[in-house]
């Protein structure tokens, strides 16, 4: 049996406004399910072939920033990578 590393549940879930500029709660659930749906694959196999090699780098250095400036060199192991 394989067991999946990532998940996607709150997506699955979510009974909230995905509003933003509300209050912080409601804020960060709509982050989430952006986040949540922005990352499914079929989503991004339609998405990425359409971005500039630009847009593509932009993407991937904030998020590498946010990483970065968040979440110490083991959190990014074992919260992110999921590699320990």
Excluded at 60 to 70: E, G, P, W
């Amino acid at each position: 049996m394989i067991l999946k590393k990532d998940t996607h549940n709150f997506i699955q879930e979510y009974k909230g406004l995905g509003a933003f500029g509300l209050d912080r709660e409601t804020d960060e659930e709509t982050i989430m399910f952006y986040l949540q749906k922005f990352s499914e694959d079929s989503f991004l196999k339609t998405l990425l072939p359409r971005l500039s090699d630009q847009e593509l780098e932009e993407i991937y250095l904030f998020v590498n920033n946010k990483i970065k400036q968040h979440f110490s060199e083991d959190e990014y192991h074992d919260i992110f990578l999921k590699d320990r």
